[in-house]
C-alpha cells in the first residue's frame, strides 16, 4: 500500500488558506458590527458629528490571528472612554456588548 503524502499537504495549505479568507471576512464583518453598535450606542450630544463619524471597526490579519478592532479617531476620544467615570464611554462598552456574539459565531465558523 502506497500514501502520497503530498496530496494531503497540498490539501490541508487549500484548506489553511481558505480558513484564513472565512476568518478575515467574519473579523472585517464583526468588525463593521462594532462600528455600528458604537455609533449607535454613543450617549454623548454630537457638536461637529467628527467623533462619531471618524468611528471604525474593522480587522487585520496578524500571521494565524484575525484581530478584530474598534477605534475612535479623533483627539477627544481617550476623554470620551477614559473620562468622567466612563460615562461617555462607547467603544469598551461595544466590545464587551458583541464579543459573545462574535466569538460563537467565529466558533460556528470553524466547525467547533
Request: charged share 25%; hydrophobic share 35%.
Amino acid at each position: 500500500m502506497r500514501f502520497d503524502i503530498e496530496g494531503v499537504l497540498q490539501g490541508l495549505t487549500t484548506l489553511e488558506t481558505r480558513s484564513k479568507a472565512a476568518m478575515k471576512i467574519y473579523g472585517d464583518v464583526a468588525g463593521k458590527k462594532l462600528e455600528a453598535e458604537a455609533k449607535q450606542s454613543a450617549t454623548w450630544i454630537d457638536r461637529t458629528g467628527l467623533s462619531r463619524k471618524t468611528i471604525e471597526g474593522g480587522s487585520q490579519m496578524e500571521g494565524d490571528k484575525c484581530v478584530v478592532y474598534v477605534a475612535g479617531n479623533t483627539q477627544q476620544f481617550p476623554y470620551l472612554e477614559l473620562a468622567h467615570d466612563k460615562k461617555y464611554a462607547t467603544l469598551q462598552p461595544s466590545v464587551n456588548k458583541l464579543s459573545p456574539e462574535i466569538l460563537r459565531g467565529l466558533n460556528n465558523l470553524l466547525g467547533r
